[in-house]
């Protein structure tokens, strides 16, 4: 699943009180770390010496910054947790690729703090035909590329008719059943479609909605990344792999007089110990996937303010069931039990103990997950929230009912940085309960999104940080047509539902389908969905304006530094 994240997590210890409380499943957690750096958990309230800072569990999503007590120029320097992939919107898979776009590349939509879609280079909501078959988008007139071209409904055209197209596309199938796209004229986009598809409006409000320059797409096509070029405040400067991204202040951006730095300079620091450390130092002045452990220690740190949100995303394992030949190619089992038998798959679910994982793993700060749909989700119900119970004894049942001798040795991929294998050894100890032996298999982030997509891997372990409509969050993922489908599941019933539930228009219709989609993810189990993780952002108090929404895309754009 390319597009996903590696999780933010924490050094680990477990107290004796603890380990009893969580049960069976804290102490093969605390077996499975023994010989890592360890300090306690330290509880994740506030402290009242400091009265600084908001309880943990509070969101807390940072407040624009007011232009009278920011100065004008500086770089802002952002630590961050893995290197973005393409800087290419088309072919972006990443949240730390969504960072920098954020910056350079702006949208025909964004969402507010509230998750509300709200207009961006669009002037107002699309307007959809009665039948459902036709939007209209009214788009702003006077803005400029940042290589001086002129934004038009043609521009939009282009983008999106790319996003539909270009080999390997992530978008593709986000933007649904569209037949056409037409321009009346410079400041009007239709949008025509052969089916009504209620996602639409959301998916245009991500990186499909980024509207690209029509000159550097006809110059560098596939290369796009290489030297991308949109709307936004800044625009991209310089990349050096595995080590910083910079943009700068766009002087041609329509709202130029709301930037206040100067640059932007993305650093890549995967260790979070290391991130929070810089951020201290102020070496950097934002810091992204807060380990939990840190986060005590930084809330009350007067220097730093930590933001923090639900995500609506979730952090999982995939399984390659279909994807030998690499995903966009015809689909070929992996041949192994795991991929053939889904009462293996249902295993190795009910081997995870998710309670634990949350309690002992993430000090309470993360939630228990079972579904890509969040809680908080207009959409969700008590059929997208059902959690199987972990239970190893039901797990070594399903393996000899499935034939399958124990213990059944699986490898899993996983990022290489200090926290997810830190999450990876706490599995390995965990589900040996249930019959596995689980072999890390820790590769370089960016390699790992190269070796998913080839189908190189049985078992993989990545996150993704979830969006407002349902959709986004599992029919690119497990629909049999899903440009991210790394999986390679296919299910004509799955296909039947969330089809279903893309072209409906009654909320309460698409919710109760959203229900019976996750009950029939529970029986295939092609995504092993864990727990869903806070957004946790480190932000310097000599800077002032950055802002995290539930999105988990840090705002950096219009801050500055404080007189």
């Known amino acids: 699943m390319t597009r996903r994240l590696p999780l933010s997590l924490t050094r680990f210890t477990v107290s004796n009180r603890r380990r009893k409380a969580a049960g069976v499943g804290a102490a093969v957690i605390a077996l499975a770390l023994v010989g890592t750096a360890c300090s306690p958990v330290e509880p994740a309230g506030n402290d009242a010496s400091s009265g600084t800072q908001s309880p943990a569990g509070q969101d807390v999503f940072g407040e624009p910054a007011d232009a009278s007590q920011v100065k004008q120029g500086g770089t802002l320097t952002v630590a961050l947790s893995a290197d973005p992939d393409k800087l290419d919107p088309t072919l972006s898979r990443s949240l730390y690729s969504r960072y920098v776009f954020h910056t350079m590349c702006e949208k025909l939509y964004d969402l507010g703090s509230d998750a509300k879609i709200v ?16 939007l209209t988008i009214p788009l702003k007139q006077g803005v400029k590329f940042a290589d001086g071209g002129t934004f038009d409904s043609n521009a939009v055209k282009i983008s999106l008719n790319r996003d539909l197209t270009l080999a390997g596309s992530a978008r593709k199938s986000e933007l649904g059943p569209i037949t056409s796209i037409e321009t009346p004229d410079p400041k ?10 209620a996602p639409l409006t959301a998916a245009l409000a991500d990186r499909a909605g980024m509207v690209l320059s029509p000159a550097a797409v006809a110059k560098l096509g596939a290369n796009f990344s290489n030297a991308p070029v949109c709307v936004g405040p800044f625009k991209f400067a310089s990349r050096v792999a ?23 300079e993305y650093r890549i620091i995967t260790d979070s110990s290391i991130r929070s450390a810089n951020l201290k130092s102020g070496d950097a002045q934002v810091a992204d996937s807060l380990s939990t452990q840190d986060t005590p220690a930084l809330q009350k740190d007067d220097s730093v303010t930590v933001l923090q949100s639900q995500s609506l995303g979730y952090q999982g394992l995939t399984i390659n069931i279909g994807n030998s030949n690499g995903i966009g190619n015809p689909l070929k089992s992996l041949g192994t039990p795991l991929a053939k038998d889904p009462r293996v798959r249902q295993a190795l679910a009910l081997s995870i103990d998710r309670d634990a994982l949350v309690k002992s793993l993430f000090g309470g700060l993360n939630t228990v997950a079972c579904s ?17 119970a972990h239970d190893p004894a039901k797990a070594k049942k399903l393996l000899a009912d499935a034939g399958v001798s124990t213990p059944y040795k699986v490898e899993m991929v996983t990022s290489n940085n200090p926290d997810s294998l830190r999450l990876a050894q706490a599995l390995q100890g965990m589900v040996k309960e249930g ?10 982030y960016a390699a790992l999104l190269d070796q998913q997509d080839r189908g190189d891997f049985e078992l993989l372990q ?19 047509t899903g440009s991210q489908n790394v999986s390679g599941y296919s299910s004509p019933d799955l296909d039947k539902l969330l089809t279903d539930a893309r072209q409906s228009t009654d909320q309460a219709q698409r919710v109760k389908l959203y229900g019976d989609v996750v009950t029939k993810l529970q029986q295939d189990d092609p995504i092993i969905y864990m727990y869903r993780q806070r957004n946790l952002t480190g932000v310097s108090k000599k800077l002032l304006g950055i802002q995290v929404y539930p999105d988990g895309v840090i705002r950096t754009a219009f801050a500055g530094f404080a007189k």
Request: overall charge negative; some cysteine; aromatic content about 8%.
């Open 119 to 134: 207009p961006q280079l669009a002037t107002a909501l699309p307007t959809i035909s009665s039948d459902g078959l036709s």
């Open 188 to 197: 009007t986009v239709v949008i025509k479609l052969s089916k009504p598809f």
């Open 242 to 264: 595995q080590n910083s991204i910079k943009v700068v202040k766009d002087p041609m951006y329509y709202d130029a007089a709301k930037v206040h730095l100067d640059a932007i």
């Open 372 to 388: 890509p749909i969040s809680p908080k989700s207009e959409f969700t119900s008590d059929a997208a929230q059902v959690c199987p």
């Open 435 to 444: 019959g596995f032996d689980l072999v890390i298999k820790p590769v370089e």
């Open 462 to 480: 990545l996150g993704w940080s979830g969006r407002v409509d349902p959709d986004a969050n599992i029919f690119n993922f497990v629909g049999t």
